[in-house]
């Protein structure tokens, strides 16, 4: 298992920056992939970005690419989501979520979330 620790959210204006951050403890030696996902209100949790673990490949909704950058520090198991150019309907909550090859389907572990509210 892993634990994982969402920082970076909050309330900014129609296009500032934000950078999310989330730490994974725990079994991370398993992880082969981390990502951003998000939840506004009234809708279904969607995909915003992930990126695979021994390479960095990375892919992102077509609504975010662009703007947002995900990245990983894989020495301390911590990946980023910058977002630049922030829009009113980027306000969601956000999730950070890890893959592992432990026989948990998918995305199996998930934080807790952080808000971003984008006012315009």
């Known amino acids: 298992q892993v634990q994982l620790v969402e920082s970076g959210g909050g309330l900014v204006q129609a296009g500032d920056s934000l950078r999310l951050s989330c730490a994974a403890s725990?079994?991370?030696?398993?992880?082969?992939?981390m990502g951003w996902f998000r939840q506004a209100p009234g809708k279904e949790r969607d995909s915003v970005a992930v990126?695979?673990?021994?390479?960095?490949?990375?892919n992102y909704a077509d609504a975010v690419k662009g703007r947002f950058t995900i990245s990983r520090d894989a020495y301390k198991y911590t990946i980023y989501l910058q977002m630049n150019d922030l829009k009113p309907e980027d306000t969601a909550v956000y999730y950070c979520?890890?893959?592992?090859?432990?026989?948990?389907?998918?995305?199996?572990?998930w934080g807790q979330g952080t808000q971003v509210t984008v006012s315009s």
């Open positions: 979520a890890a893959a592992l090859r432990d026989g948990s389907p998918g995305y199996g572990y």
């Open positions: 725990g079994q991370t030696f398993l992880t082969y992939a």
């Open positions: 990126i695979g673990w021994s390479q960095g490949n990375t």
